[in-house]
């Protein structure tokens, strides 16, 4: 079956600029998880969707990050106004929830690899 | 707040070498604890897991047990293969009800032939 899918895989801006970044997760996984992957600070958690609650957003290092998702499937990391230290690759991840537990495999995609100039 | 440290690599070892890549961690109450693997040019992939004390997370050859009393989760292989040369990662899921995980920093291995 198709696993996690994320768009673009590659994106180029300029200091200050907004930026999209998107995530499919596996039919019927309802968690989903951002993840950042740097140079200097490692893999670092962002935010965390859990089917319809309130997201869990302790990991967004700034107001200028933000993600949605919508139709609990689809989600969307946008970062505004974009600094050179938001360079990084941006990872999302899925499992499912029903039935699972928080240890449950996450299954990850490969990757949005964001360079801000 | 929790934490995960792990050797520094580069490791570089020759085929059919023992592997140990060392993982301590800090948490409170009863994390989980994972082995992801980043092979070149493909995503993060897990390895093995183990949810509680003594546990034994197997995959692939590769073993790591979770030691309470050391708070640690060393990853082994006793017969490394060229394929095996990836970036692992060592992870734990802590006491929240929401999976996050905590990485560290990585180890990177070359196994040369």
């Known amino acids: 079956g198709a696993g996690v899918s994320q768009s673009p895989s590659n994106k180029v801006t300029e200091k200050g600029k907004d930026v999209e970044l998107r995530c499919d997760p596996i039919?019927?996984?309802?968690?989903l998880y951002w993840y950042r992957q740097s140079l200097g600070q490692g893999l670092e958690f962002l935010i965390y969707f859990q089917g319809n609650s309130a997201p869990d957003k302790s990991g967004l290092p700034s107001d200028r990050f933000s993600a949605e998702r919508t139709g609990g499937s689809v989600s969307t990391l946008t970062i505004q106004r974009t600094q050179q230290e938001d360079s990084a690759v941006y990872l999302c991840?899925?499992?499912?929830?029903?039935?699972?537990?928080?240890?449950?495999?996450?299954?990850f995609g490969p990757g949005t690899r964001l360079t801000v100039l | 707040g929790d934490s995960v440290t792990q050797m520094e690599g580069p490791v570089t070892l020759s085929e059919e070498a023992f592997l140990t890549i060392n993982c301590t961690y800090t948490?409170?109450?009863?994390?989980?604890l994972f082995w992801y693997v980043q092979y070149p040019g493909e995503g993060l992939q897990l390895l093995l897991k183990?949810?509680?004390?003594?546990d034994k997370g197997s995959n692939k050859g590769f073993e790591a047990t979770y030691r309470k009393e050391t708070t640690s989760f060393h990853l082994e292989k006793g017969s490394v293969q060229v394929s095996d040369s990836a970036v692992y990662f060592c992870a734990l899921s802590g006491s929240s009800n929401t999976g996050k995980l905590i990485f560290g920093q990585g180890t990177t291995l070359q196994v040369k032939p």
């Open positions: 948490a409170t109450g009863y994390p989980s």
């Open positions: 183990a949810t509680k004390a003594d």
């Open positions: 039919s019927g996984h309802t968690a």
């Open positions: 991840a899925s499992r499912r929830l029903a039935g699972g537990a928080p240890t449950d495999t996450q299954y």
